[in-house]
DNA sequence: GTATAGTCGGTATATCATTATCGATCATAC
DNA sequence: GTATGATCGATAATGATATACCGACTATAC
């Protein structure tokens, strides 16, 4: 269990998470992690013992214990809301979409332009006017955000987010964004990521490491 | 212009892509896409040296030649054809998606268990039964699919897609698949990822080492 | 009890990615 | 034509990440 985890750490707790959610055993190991992920059983050890100190030689990890921790790592104790600004196709795909609450998150509302001072549900989630976004992440303490704009409109609409004060944000618009230094983006061109996976699987042939489940990347 | 791509360059040239594809000048340099993207420049200048060898000392790369160049790297110099497997909510979305004609890729088809042998048309977009998909991806040389089904078939249909010859999968499903070794999965947790992201953006205020527009990946 | 096998945790090494530094090149200005 | 400044490309140094190794611990078997 240590202070400072490092990026590549963090961007596989998740995968971790998912993983011993599915588990109904009372106690999991690493290397049961690693071969259920296809990673490096050294490198799960390693990931486990920088988020968790409950594990013991040939008994593996608490899976109560190790959930808590690594949810605790991921600021995952509460649940976390987040905002929908876009309520198009996607936009709305993923309001209807029922994977959040499985991972402790909400989508608290929605907003979009065209939506008037009256808002209007989409199914369970509520869309509102883009005027009303600061007010709303302010009372709510929303800091997460999924931007589902067109192109054309991307910026306007994240400078409106970290106006609001959200510091994280999943951009699908398919153009890069340009936020304060503090606000972390993750881009997620879908398009692209086709693209880059259809490249590595050409390159991969060469290389010839990946493991039994080839690679995964969150 | 070297043969063996780092995946992290790899990683990076889709951004690089959508980039200059949205420069109208005649020639860019690298030190213009590292601030355009918030970057570090000699980073930029590398990758774009491991794909492009028309760089010239105060001019710049010509755009038309690095962009060809970029997309031979990223294996897009014909269209991409991808199918969709899984008609739901978020892969209705998905068809329905105009993003993807913008980056040489194209969804050539869906596939869905509820569907009939005769396929109906959801936007431009066929529909066909499962059944179909291995003659499909066979006639049609399709090698990319995106997964879009609930948790429970993931496997199932993850199984079927490589059965197909599909050989890079991006998977939606809140659940890690197991797939061969020669087949290149990206895991999408939409949830996941936010929740990551929610983590990071209280992660980053210690390390306050992002540039200019934060961190951004794909 | 004692041996054995599986697992953890830490340290050391290897690999990979990023940044820094330098010389070479080329257009522009004078 | 020469000086100048911007940019590229290559090499070297730093940093981050993944792997290998080793000792320690604990349950099970005998």
Redesign the pocket.
């Known amino acids: 269990m240590?202070s400072t985890l490092?990026?590549?750490?963090l961007g596989?707790l998740p995968m971790y998470l998912q993983f011993i959610r599915g588990t109904d055993t009372e106690k999991?190991?690493?290397?049961?992690i690693a071969r259920g992920l296809g990673?490096?059983?050294?490198?799960v050890?390693?990931?486990?013992?920088?988020v968790?100190?409950?594990?013991?030689?040939?008994?593996?990890?608490p899976v109560t214990v190790l959930r808590r921790d690594m949810e605790k790592a991921l600021k995952m104790d509460g649940p976390i809301s987040a905002v929908i600004v876009g309520a198009g196709k996607l936009g709305t795909a993923l309001m209807e979409y029922d994977g959040f609450l499985d991972y402790g998150m909400k989508i608290a509302a929605a907003f979009d332009l065209s939506a008037t001072a009256e808002p209007f549900f989409q199914g369970r989630v509520p869309v509102y006017s883009m005027e009303q976004l600061p007010a709303f992440c302010a009372s709510r303490h929303v800091h997460a955000g999924i931007l589902t704009v067109p192109a054309a409109s991307a910026q306007n609409a994240a400078d409106a987010m970290t106006a609001a004060g959200l510091t994280a944000i999943l951009n699908f618009a398919p153009v890069p964004i340009r936020v304060p230094k503090n606000v972390t983006v993750h881009q997620e061109n879908i398009a692209l990521s086709l693209a880059y996976l259809h490249a590595m699987a050409g390159e991969t042939k060469k290389q010839e490491?990946e493991k039994e489940y080839g690679s995964q990347r969150i």
Chains 1, 2 share one sequence.
Request: aromatic share 4%; proline share 3%; charged share 25%.
């Open positions: 240590q490092s990026k590549a750490t596989r999991v190991s690493a290397a049961q990673l490096g059983e050294i490198l050890r390693k990931d486990l013992a920088s968790c100190a409950a594990g013991l030689p040939r008994v593996g990890y490491k």
